[in-house]
């Protein structure tokens, strides 16, 4: 796997030590060397990708690199996303989007695909991108070229955990999984690891950010996060499953922790 560019190491160390506000690119969270860039195939766009528009696509907001603000030794803010490297998670405010249909992702930005995604984050990619290389993550190589790609993505192993207040007025918190229903078992999601590729960098832009596309079940090119499962390579396997998810529009917290494959 390829390391993280050296600037971008800096960056975070510097920001960690002087806490001023470091100038992030999209070209340094690339894992793909520059030599290397000329020999590497253009991936094509997912289905139904929405526009992108320098002056209206919300994306547009990744030209404008986040702070990190220090709130507390060992606990930053890089936009609306929470970074506790003391107990090792990325924390992201979101809402449930679909309680029942068919999906193709788990969670997608604002202004992604959330006509097939179960929840929807308050966050940009791009600052979820800087939050989870400050948890210390790193990015593999996201070898999809089309979505439904056969294959296993590469990256670092997380677990993803949602919460959420329910009618009696307690804290739940289930497995990502559990809020998937696998429709040839009829039962939740296969118990997984997830896979953080980190999307991918194509002429100059984080696809991710353009996309809006965050976790995917279905193999996305472009997502930041998928899975290893061959289920992967179905667009009608995952339905949001009715019998977890509560109603749409209950916020959530999405809580991603490092994890062993």
Known sequence: MKRLPMILMLCLFVTMTTMTPPVFSEETNTVKNSADSDKQPV????RDAPLWDKNKNKGNKASSPPPIQKVEDGIFRVGNITVNKREEYVLVDGEVNQQDGIVEYLACGEAGKL???VLKLIAEPFDL?????LLG???GINRFKQQGHQGIPEGDSIEIWVSWINPEKKLVTYRA???LLDK??????EKTHWIYTGSQIVNGR??????QSIVATYHDPYAMIGHPLPSGEDDTRYWANKNVLPPKGMPVKFRIRKSAP
């Open 115 to 117: 006509h097939e995604s």
């Open 43 to 46: 991936p094509l766009p997912g």
């Open 206 to 211: 984080f696809m991710a950010q353009v996309e």
């Open 137 to 139: 993550l790193e990015p």
């Open 184 to 189: 040839r078992t009829d039962q939740s999601m």
């Open 177 to 179: 999984e559990d809020l």
């Open 129 to 133: 991108q800087i939050a989870m290389l």
